[in-house]
């Protein structure tokens, strides 16, 4: 049995992460990060999408609906962005977003977005070992939250 | 000269040149008046303007509504009466470019006040509802059961209490003298009081809510920015973002991406709180949007024509995020 | 069988009722009354008129008619085995609390979903299994036309029994053996001769009278086909709608439901919801076309259907003159003057 196998057999949290993370920075970060053999945590699913300037705003909130205990939005550095503009759309909208689920009822710590270059691939797994340790500490979603 | 009179006569000097005026006219009681679309001259002694004249008739312009609808062709010419708050709706539309300005006309009305009719129906049964009367700063009400006096600044809209733009920001003509504007300060009162409230009571508190929401879709269709038509999401079935089941979950998520799809677009118009026939405070939750914007990006929507909205636009180093 | 109870006995009663039956009851929720299960920690509300009509009890705003579910074999990915599971099972229910306008919008149901035709088993056997308690509508408001469209603020027609508010108490008269069945609960009493029952008349006559016959229907299925290609006195009296689904999610008689698939996976539900013709997507066809675009054709349908097409083929009007159309309308759209209109 292979380690993540492993890891996932016996990771009893339940705790569900989404990640959607830009193909041509956060997921090559991801990417660096496993090729330099970095442990991450296995309660992340990773959606790979072209751009944050993508993440139609309804992506992160269906996933918390359907039962995603956090969601972490990942995109180039701003300035960097592939598409010269995209994570600065996202940035405002899901600044916005962050403070209105937390008005729904879903807390905003559940919700993030970083910047991770495809080269950071160690900032990549403090990350998102702090990001799952955050989720962990709030626990699964609430039934009614979701 | 008492400003339905003004009204009436400008509606008559507009007539030739558009195809109809919408105006207001009476509804089935007092409290309820109807839009009015008048085409003839005999049909301008039936519009009236009082304190329940409430519809935006913004909700009328934007062609995906309009055209298939076959209510009006995308050719022809009509007259508004629009408020200070529903001019905002149009100032937002003409941002959009869904609409342009040389099809209508717009009759400003400087509005005083509006009297909210859930609030009024905490005060007084107004099921049977016989006269209606403001003096000063009171109401006499007087229905089948009881005759009450009631302070106007209970019963009036929370828009119509902190209004910041009685007097259209966009207009032809204006009906009338200006009005004062209200302080606009304590608008986001209960928004800030519902932040500070735990996240589980937040839960309870929607569900409660959105318990009894029966997806009838009014307060999308009442939205003067909800115009997708046939390609909202909350009923399409390819992409199917959301069953079709009354559960309280997915009808809570229709109404958090309906609000959040009007971030920064929304005017605080308050049409989708008042349409709502179960009273879900819908307009609490656009008011977080439109505190948050005013907060993140310092935008009030529908205010300048020439603005962009936030989230149609960013700023290489923003102000307040980071 | 005629039977009284006091106003605070009522509360009891339900109580009581609600540990052999499922009770709906209109019940405070938020600022609206709407009609719900009842539970002992609800606020019944019999005085006002509520928002929304009973046909949430018999016919949900969403049900279940498939679950399915789809298991793959582990042993032999290749293979997949799909499991379905309908059920169909009701609990005996009691709908307390409505107007007899109310009650008489399950006739339309009847005639659709358990008629001579088709007979629908997850309506029909929710009906058997229910009885009704109406109470006379002593005050009707401004909107009510019920003895317009045949109906009347004290008929007893399709109610199990009808209470009538005297001062303190509430008289009970039964009118069927599910009905009977309920007025033998300990908390009705026995009235006193005859004085009462004159009181109970007399509020019955009242009640009616103070109702006026907003239009005749005579002959008015016909009356609308002749005016059915008038599209200018259609656009005109429906210029002002805004295509929202209040009307008909309000309305005691409106049926129509759309069924879809909701599940994630191979595994979910065959769901039947709510529709409303009012929506432009309710007659959306695949190839595009859309034979009812614009909303005159989707009120005219309404109309239609309500005052004529369920005239010729069932016999009955499907309107019962509740007039929660014309009071949650955004826009106070009047049923009555469309219908005027097209008689005049």
Redesign the interface.
């Given at each position: 049995m292979s380690d993540i196998q492993k890891d996932i057999q016996n990771n009893d949290s339940n705790i569900k992460i989404i990640a959607f993370l830009c193909n041509w920075c956060s997921y090559g970060g991801a990417d660096t990060a496993g090729t330099s053999r970095l442990k991450q945590p296995s309660e992340v699913r990773i959606i790979r999408i072209p751009c944050t300037g993508r993440v139609n705003?309804?992506f992160p909130?269906?996933a918390f609906?359907?039962g995603a205990d956090g969601v972490l939005i990942s995109g180039c550095h701003?300035?960097d962005c592939h598409y010269i503009?995209g994570n600065?759309?996202a940035?405002?909208?899901l600044?916005?977003?962050k403070?209105?689920?937390?008005?729904?009822?879903i807390?905003k710590e559940r919700f993030d977005y970083q910047w991770v270059s495809a080269s950071e691939g160690q900032r990549w797994q403090q990350l998102i070992i702090d990001f799952v340790e955050r989720i962990k500490k709030l626990g699964p979603i609430?039934k009614?939250?979701? | 000269m008492d400003r339905l009179d003004i009204l009436k006569e400008k509606v008559k000097e507009i007539l030739p040149e558009v195809d109809f005026v919408i105006g207001y006219s009476k509804g089935f009681d007092i409290l309820h008046p109807s839009p009015y679309f008048v085409s003839e001259e005999r049909q301008i002694r039936n519009l009236i303007w009082d304190e329940f004249c409430i519809n935006n008739f913004a909700n009328y312009l934007p062609p995906p509504k309009r055209v298939p609808n076959g209510l009006f062709k995308q050719d022809e010419k009509i007259g508004l009466v629009v408020k200070g708050c529903d001019s905002r709706s149009i100032i937002q539309l003409l941002q959009e470019e869904i609409i342009f300005r040389d099809t209508f006309i717009i009759l400003g009305m400087p509005c005083e006040m509006k009297i909210d009719l859930k609030k009024l129906r905490e005060k007084i049964d107004i099921d049977y509802i016989q006269s209606f009367n403001v003096s000063g700063d009171k109401a006499e009400v007087k229905t089948l059961l009881e005759k009450k006096t009631i302070n106007l600044d209970e019963i009036l809209y929370d828009k119509c209490l902190y209004c910041k733009y009685p007097n259209p920001l966009i207009y032809d003509y204006l009906i009338g003298d200006k009005v004062n504007p209200r302080s606009r300060e304590g608008f986001y009162k209960d928004?800030d009081e519902?932040?500070m409230i735990s996240?589980?009571e937040?839960?309870?508190?929607?569900?409660k809510e959105f318990d009894r929401c029966i997806r009838c879709y009014a307060c999308r269709e009442a939205c003067p920015n909800c115009y997708c038509q046939y390609q909202c999401?909350a009923q399409t079935r390819r992409p199917h973002?959301i069953s079709q089941s009354t559960e309280?979950?997915d009808k809570?998520?229709f109404q958090?991406?309906r609000?959040?799809h009007n971030?920064?677009r929304c005017t605080d118009c308050g049409e989708c709180d008042r349409v709502c026939p179960v009273g879900i405070p819908i307009s609490k939750?656009m008011k977080?949007?439109t505190k948050?914007?005013l907060r993140?990006?310092n935008y009030e929507a529908g205010v300048d024509e020439k603005l962009i909205p936030?989230?149609m636009t960013?700023?290489?180093e923003?102000d307040n995020?980071g | 069988m005629i039977k009284k109870i006091p106003l605070n006995k009522v509360k009891n009663l339900l109580d009581d009722l609600s540990g052999d039956y499922k009770v709906f009851a209109p019940v405070k929720n938020g600022r609206s009354i709407i009609f719900d299960e009842y539970r002992s920690d609800k606020e019944v509300n019999l005085e006002k008129f509520s928002v929304t009509s009973i046909k949430e009890a018999l016919f949900p705003s969403h049900e279940a008619m498939i679950k399915y579910d789809y298991k793959k074999d582990p042993s032999d990915l290749s293979k997949t085995s799909l499991s379905l599971k309908s059920e169909v099972n009701f609990d005996k229910t009691v709908i307390f609390g409505v107007h007899p306008c109310d009650a008489r919008g399950f006739f339309t149901f009847d005639k659709v979903y358990a008629g001579n035709g088709y007979r629908d088993v997850y309506y029909k056997t929710k009906r058997d299994a229910t009885a009704i308690v109406a109470i006379t509508c002593a005050n009707p408001l401004a909107t009510c036309f019920c003895t317009t469209v045949g109906g009347s603020p004290a008929d007893s027609e399709g109610t199990d029994v009808l209470l009538t508010k005297v001062d303190e108490f509430y008289y009970a008269e039964s009118y069927s053996e599910k009905g009977e069945l309920l007025l033998k609960n300990s908390n009705f009493s026995s009235p006193q001769g005859g004085v009462d029952n004159e009181q109970v008349l007399k509020i019955k006559e009242e009640a009616v009278q103070k109702l006026d016959k907003n239009f005749s229907t005579e002959g008015i299925e016909n009356k609308l086909l002749k005016i059915f290609s008038d599209s200018d006195y259609w656009k005109n009296a429906t210029s002002k709608c805004l295509s929202c689904g209040i009307c008909t999610y309000v309305c005691p008689t409106c049926y129509c439901f759309n069924i879809t698939d909701e599940g994630?996976m191979g595994r979910g539900e065959r769901i039947r919801s709510w529709d409303s013709c009012m929506f432009p997507l309710f007659t959306l066809e695949a190839s595009g076309h859309n034979p009812r675009a614009r909303k005159f054709e989707r009120y005219r349908n309404r109309i239609n259907h309500k005052f004529s097409y369920l005239v010729i083929r069932n016999n009955i009007i499907g309107c019962v003159g509740c007039g929660r159309c014309i009071r949650h309308c955004p826009v106070s759209l009047d049923i009555r003057e469309v219908v005027k209109g097209v008689i005049d």
């Open positions: 705003p309804l909130m269906k609906i359907d701003p300035n503009e600065f759309y940035r405002r909208r600044e916005v977003l403070y209105f689920i937390d008005f729904m009822g807390e609430g009614c939250e979701t | 928004v519902f932040e996240n589980e937040k839960i309870s508190c929607w569900e999401i973002w309280t979950i809570k998520f958090m991406f609000a959040f971030a920064g939750i977080k949007l948050e914007v993140l990006f936030p989230l960013y700023k290489r923003e995020i | 994630v």
